[in-house]
């Protein structure tokens, strides 16, 4: 093994150790011993992810085997990394959000008692996410897939005692179950078509798999195969419809909304798409479904965002819009541009999340915006970072989600595709929305009249999920003020604001117009992609002083200036619009009722189908009627027979005397 | 090869291991019982082991022969061996019969004697049924095996263990019955032999393969159970005592499986291939109908016995699609259903041992109080929903890989067990471990000991080891499982 290969079990190994040593040491080494010992592990993971950063773009990259798992079928299944541009992009933004995630830690949960266990399953996290994004192979990807779902599972399970809590985290995992059952199907056809599940090998045979048809069904292959693994995606990148997870994620603790469902997991389904692009690319009727299913997301999730109250929720329903977003990219063939988007909004979303969390802090652990305000005076360092942040959301010019989200835009203006226009329409209003309920958000909480303090938990109860089961939503008692977080959550605040604000100004040259993707995306020859863009692209600088004068900035200041109107200047229009367009309010509030629509269809259902079956079928006809039936006719029949054995002698001898006639008679007939 | 006999060590070594265990007599003697079990137990592990490292996997004959003649007028001989298809449910066997002595430990308080010493003959018989190569011989462990299970219900089960023992036995019985009339049968037509592996290469017309083909189906499919047969597996599960319910899952259900690739498959090749798709169709909804019904169960081991079924649905699907994939994943799910659905009961029987209940909702909780029981019952529910590196994802994906190279709705319907299969797994979890404390016996609840810790320890990195490298577990399986492909595929017409 070579000091490199060494190198690369190094990054997932060390938060693996660290999250072993915390979980099954945690009382032996104490509080202290965990979190020590998980960050150096997440520390050490991101100093050798730097390395392997350097050695990859001095141009050494890796596609080699760790051990072979198995071997059956004549296919080969194994475990093995792929070190290349993409990888190294994704271990850098996984093992930075995580370190700045493990350091807040500190801070958010240091009066739990859970503590050394929630820094071990952060670090089983990270563990599970290099694997993912490290793998060459299918095998190894839905290992990560699976492991980074069950650590989602447990940690928004975290705190178990709330009913909330595991009602969400059991919807998450069987919602991404429904999205597995896709992807496990879509590898189960590469497996049997190609012959082999290493990417290499898969994407050599895929201009082969593109011609043929499926036996049985006699779909277009490379179609089924796509949508299969895409239906994988929108589990995990929590698209429409499988996204009803992603809110109620938010029962996990707010360090883990920040690095699992907004910076790194759910942005594991676009990462594969991006990695799978030369099958995808050969399928233009999964990349249309891509791309209106990923438009439909980006535009109608934002609309949720406005209605929440709860802080988190905000973000989490921005965060569904944004991984929308992300995907629309995907589906107009720009991978490098939602593999962009996706680095850019780990930053920022990471950094949205733990400004929220540290409110949360300030604000003892209520989450109502309708009971904050004016915060900026109590905590400037999470006002001026979540300031940075939803700028870089709203995609100011400059800012680093500025390049990424305007690329996207233009990347659908120019595409063809079936849908592209459709997209377009989302993508645009989308960016007016996104203005809208993030500078909601932030003149909710950060500005305006002091709403804190008063005491009227009464009305928290619009949703089901805020009752006051836990002891956690106790809030500011009258006449507390909230203060400033501790120096463990506003560093990280600090660490994650300079990328959000700088990362895209940097890169948006390589990453998007240079060769960084080069060998590793593939864009087909009839897709447009970036090339159109690419011919406009004269430098960073020039990009957003140009973007001054387009659509997408001005939707967006109209969104920020509807904002401060409705939230500042006049807070009483948006009770007087929430009156007169009751219907569409309630229609929001109840998220396009795909919750009700769940609970009562595929939950109900599925109880009702189980009983039925159980019952009706198990109990009934097969118990009921053959086995006990069968039981109760030789029972019967032996009361009968009994009837014959009476021990009477003289009726045996007439029975007798009759049967030797029968016999008789039959003999002398036939004989 | 080597001159010790391993096979009869690992047949007879429990068998009279038990006797002498039965020896011992009344409770006062229990401890004495107890330790001799577990050193019979332990012996009878270790003299299996050889059967894996001096295993040669690069050839499907038979291997560890033993062939002596037994009734000579019938031609009957006691003909032992094992191939790469069977070697390893030994092991399984004489290991999780290690586990049921641990288990029964303290909760076994009367006629202790009796109650190890049956556990230790069904596991000598057991290991007979997979290692006999005489048609007769395995008839004889076959039936046989029934009696300790029999009683072990019958004696130590719940309150309805009569119905539930009777209705066990009656049902299986039923089937052996159509079994031994097949048996006959061979044993006319090939001229008077009961060796299994002539049988292989006799040539029958359509006709009787059929027949022998459902006499067989009938037998095996019973023990399984395979849907519509199933429905003694529930009732014997709840009546029996955890030890019982540990090896009806992980070794008893296995006996009908095993019987599939060792009689039905090769013996009537013809009749297997044509009636392959009612199999498969069995099976099917055995996974979707039986992974509903377990959804809605209220009682934990019924829940689980029949998650038992849905998994064993996968075992016989993956058998007849008849490619490598298919079989290998079938054997390799069958022993990873001997950890998970072992450890899984076990896990039951520490709750009940507790509280006496096995209804979910007594629970609620658990995870205050027992919270390293809740870490190792959590490792076993996903390893039952089939979560990756565990030993319950392998042989799922490869048989859905090798549905999908056979039928892709098949593998569309078999893969609504990744949703079904964690649906009542951790809807279930949820209720009994999760949530505020639901009643003053959960509060009082006392984690696991370490007898407890140990089994259900050795049990979650046996199950880890299987899904993180399972590459021992397939290697010796391929000569035997190729060769049994390439049998099957000639016909015998």
């Known amino acids: ?671 | 090869m080597t001159d010790i006999p391993f096979l009869s060590l690992a047949i007879w070594i429990p068998i009279l291991g038990g006797l002498l265990v039965l020896a011992t007599g009344s409770d006062r003697n229990a401890p004495l019982a107890r330790v001799l079990a577990l050193a019979v137990s332990v012996a009878g592990f270790i003299v299996t082991i050889p059967l894996y490292t001096g295993f040669d996997a690069s050839t499907s004959a038979m291997q560890f022969v033993e062939l002596q003649s037994w009734i000579p007028r019938f031609n009957i001989n006691y003909h032992l061996g094992v191939d790469g298809i069977s070697v390893l449910f030994l092991l399984l066997n004489a290991f999780i019969t290690i586990m049921v002595v641990m288990a029964g430990w303290q909760v076994i308080q009367e006629r202790v004697a009796q109650y190890m010493a049956a556990f230790l003959i069904m596991s000598g018989l057991m290991n007979g049924i997979f290692s006999a190569l005489d048609g007769v011989l395995f008839y004889v462990f076959f039936e046989a095996s029934l009696i300790p299970l029999y009683l072990v219900i019958g004696i130590w089960g719940g309150a309805n263990r009569v119905y539930a023992a009777i209705k066990f036995f009656l049902y299986t019985l039923f089937g052996s019955l159509l079994m031994l009339i097949a048996l006959l049968y061979l044993f006319m037509e090939s001229g008077g032999s009961f060796s299994i592996l002539e049988w292989h290469k006799l040539p029958l017309a359509i006709e009787p393969q059929v027949l022998i083909f459902l006499a067989f189906l009938v037998a095996f499919g019973v023990k399984v159970p395979m849907w519509p047969v199933h429905t003694w597996l529930p009732d014997a599960h709840v009546e029996a005592p955890t030890g019982g319910s540990v090896v009806l899952a992980a070794i008893a259900l296995k006996l009908g499986a095993y019987g599939f690739l060792r009689f039905s498959m090769p013996i009537v090749p013809d009749a297997a291939h044509q009636l392959a798709p009612v199999v498969i169709a069995l099976s099917l909804i055995a996974v979707v109908y039986i992974g509903f019904v377990a959804l809605v169960q209220t009682d934990m081991k019924k829940l689980v016995a029949y998650s038992s079924i849905s998994h064993m649905g996968f075992v016989t699907l993956g058998f007849f699609m008849f490619n490598q994939l298919g079989i290998e994943g079938a054997l390799v799910q069958m022993i990873s259903h001997g950890f998970v659905s072992g450890a899984m009961f076990l896990c039951i029987g520490v709750l009940y041992d507790r509280v006496h209940s096995r209804q979910i909702a007594d629970y609620g909780g658990v995870v205050h109080t027992m919270p390293k029981f809740a870490a190792f019952f959590m490792l076993f529910a996903m390893a039952n929903s089939g979560l990756p590196a565990t030993s319950g994802f392998v042989g799922e994906f490869m048989i859905v890989l090798g549905a999908v190279k056979y039928n892709f709705w098949v593998a569309f319907a078999a893969a609504t067990t990744l949703i079904l299969g964690a649906a009542y797994t951790l809807w279930m979890y949820k209720r009994v471990v999760f949530g505020k404390v639901a009643n003053s016996h959960v509060a009082e609840l006392e984690d696991i000991n370490a007898r407890e810790f140990a089994f259900l320890g050795i049990l979650a990195l046996c199950v880890l080891a299987m899904g993180l490298y399972p590459f021992p577990f397939t290697e010796v399986m391929h000569a035997s499982v190729d060769e049994l492909l390439r049998h099957v595929a000639v016909s015998k017409l």
């Not at chain 1, 705190?159 to 985290?169: D, S």
Request: with cysteine; net charge neutral; glycine share 10%.
């Open chain 1, 1 to 671: 093994m070579t000091d490199m290969q060494k190198l690369y079990l190094l990054v997932p190994l060390a938060p693996l150790a660290g999250a072993i040593l915390a979980g099954l040491f945690g009382k032996m080494i104490g509080r202290a011993g965990a979190h020590i010992v998980t960050i150096l592990g997440v520390a050490v993971a991101f100093v050798a992810s730097v390395f392997i950063y350097q050695d990859v773009q001095a141009g050494n990259t890796f596609n080699g085997t760790v051990y072979t798992w198995m071997v059956a079928g004549g296919i080969k299944f194994e475990v093995g990394f792929l070190v290349d541009a993409l990888t190294v992009m994704m271990m850098l933004v996984v093992t930075f959000v995580s370190l700045m995630v493990h350091i807040y830690t500190i801070g958010y949960m240091s009066e739990d008692p859970g503590y050394q266990r929630f820094f071990s399953y952060i670090s089983l996290f990270t563990f599970s996410m290099l694997m993912l994004v490290m793998s060459n192979n299918f095998l190894q990807l839905f290992f990560g897939w699976e492991a980074v779902g069950l650590v989602s599972y447990l940690l928004i399970g975290f705190w178990y005692e709330r009913p909330t809590a595991i009602y969400a985290n059991l919807k998450a995992f069987l919602v991404n179950r429904v999205g597995d059952f896709g992807f496990l199907l879509g590898i189960g056809l590469i497996a049997a078509y190609a012959g082999s599940l290493n990417y290499a090998e898969v994407f050599a045979k895929a201009g082969e798999l593109a011609s043929q048809e499926m036996a049985v069904t006699g779909w277009s292959l490379i179609t089924a195969i796509c949508i299969c693994l895409f239906i994988g995606a929108m589990g995990k990148s929590a698209q429409v419809p499988l996204h009803v997870w992603l809110p109620d994620s938010m029962e996990g603790p707010t360090p883990i909304s920040a690095l699992i469902h907004a910076a790194t997991m759910v942005t594991a389904g676009i990462f594969m798409v991006a990695r799978m692009s030369p099958l995808f690319e050969l399928s233009d009727v999964a990349l249309s479904f891509v791309l209106v299913i990923g438009a439909t997301t980006a535009l109608f999730m934002g609309f949720l965002g406005i209605v929440q109250n709860d802080i988190k929720r905000v973000v989490a329903y921005s965060t569904l819009s944004q991984l929308g977003y992300m995907t629309v990219a995907l589906g107009v063939s720009a991978y490098s541009a939602a593999v962009f988007h996706l680095m850019t909004h780990a930053f920022f979303k990471a950094l949205l999340f733990l400004g929220a969390g540290s409110v949360i802090i300030g604000m003892h652990h209520d989450q109502d915006m309708r009971n904050m305000g004016g915060l900026r005076k109590y905590m400037p360092i999470t006002w001026i970072t979540s300031l940075l942040g939803s700028l870089a959301l709203i995609g100011f010019p400059f800012f680093s989600g500025f390049y990424s989200k305007d690329s996207i835009i233009e990347a659908v203006h120019a595409s063809t595709i079936p849908g592209a226009g459709y997209a377009l329409f989302c993508v645009l209003l989308g960016v007016f929305v996104t203005a809208f309920y993030s500078f909601r958000m932030y003149f909710l909480v950060f500005h305006g009249e002091e709403r804190f303090g008063q005491a009227h938990h009464g009305h928290h109860g619009d949703h089901d999920d805020e009752e006051p089961a836990a002891d956690h939503h106790h809030g500011l008692a009258p006449g507390q003020k909230p203060h400033e977080s501790p120096w463990v959550v506003t560093l990280p605040l600090v660490l994650l604001a300079i990328p959000s604000v700088v990362i895209g100004f940097m890169t948006i040259q390589p990453m998007l117009f240079g060769d960084w993707f080069k060998g590793v995306i593939f864009v087909g020859d009839n897709h447009v992609g970036l090339k159109e863009l690419a011919a406009h692209f004269h430098g960073a600088t020039a990009m957003a002083i140009h973007g001054l004068q387009t659509a997408p900035f001005w939707l967006a200041m109209g969104g920020v200036g509807l904002a401060w109107f409705f939230y500042m200047v006049r807070p009483d229009i948006p009770a007087a619009i929430q009156r007169t367009f009751k219907p569409l309010y309630v229609l929001l509030d109840n998220k396009y009722y795909f919750d009700r629509f769940n609970e009562v269809f595929f939950a109900g259902g599925s109880r009702l189908l189980g009983k039925g079956l159980w019952k009706i079928g198990d109990q009934g006809v097969i118990d009921g009627i053959a086995v006990n039936g069968t039981a109760r006719l030789v029972g019967w029949i032996a009361q009968i027979s009994r009837l014959f054995q009476t021990g009477h002698l003289y009726q045996y001898a007439f029975v007798m005397i009759i049967g030797v006639f029968v016999l008789l008679t039959f003999w002398s007939r036939h004989g």
